[in-house]
């Protein structure tokens, strides 16, 4: 039991880390001194199968994620902002690469992610299935989304999973400055005219709840967190991230004159946490599930860019293409 964290032990779960008893000890042992595991260890098919799972839905969440700023880079006010855009947007990319790499030491070939994405069959992060629908929706994404993707991905670059583990940390390292871009984005336009200031406070009103939903359901119904914490691939419970988030950032957003669209938000002075009002869970899973404003755009554009690309796939693995080595 960890927390208030429900158990489930489903018997599939049971069954699964019954496999090898043995083997299962040592795996946990291991875990236990703070060893990395790396690909070719022995390790339980049910954490195989969780680390896919998750890696894959971040990976996922990196190329999906690119898209609603990616869509700004054209409209960006002035050329420095352009380029800044433009560059965090590469990042977001590249990050999806190096998680593909992670989620393929696994075992799980990236065409079939990418096919397991496009038929809606594996999920990424529900943020992205929001429209940005002014300069100040880019400018909350990047101090806000990547803020919150710092929290989790710090906590769980300290993580059981060698491959992911490293992953992640080359990852926070590029937020660090996504994080900067943001909150300097953000700061202009909430100093800036009275316009501006409308704009930026009208994109966190429509962003903060699906930040809320960022972090994942509240630990009593979260399905996977009690066992991917047993195994230390979850450094930490949603409802513990979300509380980091609010400690870390509820005090900077009211420092730069913003007001937080939650009339319950308060912070319980003898326990030192957060409450706040529901942040409408229905709708959280409505849109994991498809059916949020932009699910079917965002996966309509991910279909395009595959089918586009694919003539220079098919040209990569043609025989001819081992003689096209650049001459030096
Ligand atoms: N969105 O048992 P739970 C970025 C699903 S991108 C969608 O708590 P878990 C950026 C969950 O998958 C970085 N689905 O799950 C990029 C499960 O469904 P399935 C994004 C969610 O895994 C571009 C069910 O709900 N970061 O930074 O223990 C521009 C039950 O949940 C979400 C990551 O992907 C969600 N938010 O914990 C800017 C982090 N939350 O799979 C920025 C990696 C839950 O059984 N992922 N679900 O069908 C994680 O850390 C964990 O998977 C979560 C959820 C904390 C998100």
């Not at 002014?134 to 803020?147: E, F, S, Y």
């Amino acid at each position: 039991m960890y927390g208030n964290l429900t158990v489930i032990d489903s018997d599939e779960q049971a069954r699964l880390l019954d496999e090898n008893p043995e083997k299962l000890r040592q795996f946990e042992e291991r875990i236990a001194r703070g060893e990395k595991i790396e690909p070719q260890h022995w390790m339980p098919k049910e954490y195989r199968r969780q680390l896919i799972r998750m890696i894959e839905q971040h990976a996922h969440s990196e190329i999906i994620g690119a898209l609603p700023e990616g869509t700004w880079i054209t409209r960006a006010p002035g050329f420095r902002r352009k380029m800044a855009l433009m560059a965090k947007v590469q990042d977001e990319v590249g990050h999806a690469q190096l998680l593909y790499n992670a989620a393929e030491t696994l075992g799980k070939p990236r065409e079939q992610m990418i096919n397991d994405l496009l038929s809606g069959k594996s999920k990424y992060s529900n943020v992205f299935n929001y429209p940005a629908k002014t300069w100040a929706d880019t400018a909350v994404i990047a101090w806000l989304i990547d803020a919150s993707a710092i929290i989790n991905q710090v906590a769980n670059s300290k993580g059981s999973y060698g491959p992911y583990a490293r992953a992640l940390e080359r990852i926070c390292q590029e937020e660090s400055f996504h994080l900067r871009y943001g909150y300097d984005s953000v700061v202009t336009l909430a100093t800036g005219t009275k316009n501006q200031r409308a704009m930026v406070q009208d994109a966190l009103n429509r962003w903060w709840r699906p930040v809320m939903h960022f972090f994942g359901p509240p630990d009593s119904t979260s399905e996977h967190t009690q066992i991917l914490m047993r195994w230390k691939v979850k450094m930490a419970s949603n409802d513990d991230m979300r509380q980091q988030f609010f400690n870390q950032y509820v005090p900077k957003i009211r420092e730069i004159g913003l007001v937080i669209p939650d009339a319950q938000l308060a912070k319980d002075k003898e326990t030192g946490k957060w409450t706040y009002g529901d942040p409408d869970w229905s709708e959280f899973f409505r849109v994991i599930k498809g059916d949020g404003p932009c699910n079917k755009e965002r996966l309509a554009v991910r279909r395009a860019a595959e089918e586009n690309g694919a003539w220079v796939r098919r040209a990569l693995r043609a025989p001819e293409a081992r003689y096209a080595v650049p001459l030096s």
